[in-house]
């Protein structure tokens, strides 16, 4: 679990410590060619645009956040100018996932 | 103070690499960042367990941040050039930190970690060795960090800078949505915060925004440059990269980040908060 404001791995399993009942998670992997994709960075944007948050992918190509009830948009970003937007809905005590290909 | 006093871009940087009298230093939100590449010639400053102090609850004090750069082989006159992940956010900081203790020769790679490595440049696993030196701190400069009790003593006064994402500001989140929900006691905002995001200053690439387009986020979100500022997020390191852009780029001279943050401010009691989007 981390602690303060250090960043969590991006892996595929949530973190044992994370009570799912009292989270909102979107989570996703990044993948070109069928392959993961690590070192993307996966922002997540709220219903008017507004960036809220960012990471990068971790090894198997993971990203995860944890927002609040709605309507997000994550924006994958990478080398070469890529950018690509993916809608998703965010709902507590449940996990929202994506596929997202670049 | 111009631009080009406080940043560097990574053409610069690359062209410098092997210059005498400047280090690179990573600072970054996921430590682990570094080990796993980094730009040729940088050490790394762990900001949780070398900026941090182990026990009490706040920096190193002046003698241990004396000790981490003598070690980092930092001197007093070296330029140190400042990068990290997530937009800077822990490299602006930790050069908000070397100002702090007095040290001036220091500048932000513009857009950190991420420009670099979306412009593709190399990064490598080499760690450098340098030798120790005998790095003397100043005293703490207070005129850039602000404290809890002004904080409540400037609402309503001084312009106050919530610099979090806005379902922090309006209480929906208690932390930054790429972490679990922890921290503070209560969720809100200062009364007469104004709500204006960090990630308004920068780029999508890190980078940061113009001068002329600093000047009108600020100025239309309410703020009054010629005002006093408090800028603060949840635990300061987003705060200093708005700190950064109102003194170190616009050149205001007043400005304060309160490092305390949310993570204090939401956890003291009888202090007055606000909830909702606000202004």
Redesign the interface.
Known sequence: ?????????QTAHL?A??DLN??AVIQGTVTRDGAPVS?A?AR?L?S?G???????TGEEGVF?????DGDWTVRV????GV?VDTGVTAKTGEVAGLEVTI | MSRSDVLVDTDWVEAHLDDPGLVLVEV??????YDKGHIRGAVKIDW?TELQDPVRRDFVDRTGFEQLLSSKGIANDDLVILYG???NWFAAYAYWYFKLYGHDRVKLLDGGR?KW????RELVTDVPTRPATEYTAKDQDLSIRAFRDEVVDAIGKQNLIDVR???EFSG??L?????????SQRAGHVPTAASI?W??AAN??GTFKSDEELRALYTEAGVDLGKDTIAYC??G?RSSHTWFALRELLGLENVKNYDGSW?EYGSLVGVPIELGAGK
């Open positions: 679990m981390t602690q303060g404001c250090a960043a969590p791995e973190p410590t994370v009292n989270e070192s960075y997540l709220d008017s507004e960036f809220t948050a960012e990471v990068v995860r956040f944890f927002a609040a970003l990478a080398a070469g950018s | 970054d939100e996921d430590v682990s960042a949780k992940g997530n937009n991420k490595e979306l412009d593709s994402s806005p379902d929906k989140l932390a930054p949505a790429h972490l679990p929900q922890e921290q995001p990630s308004k999508d690439d949840r635990i390191e993570t």
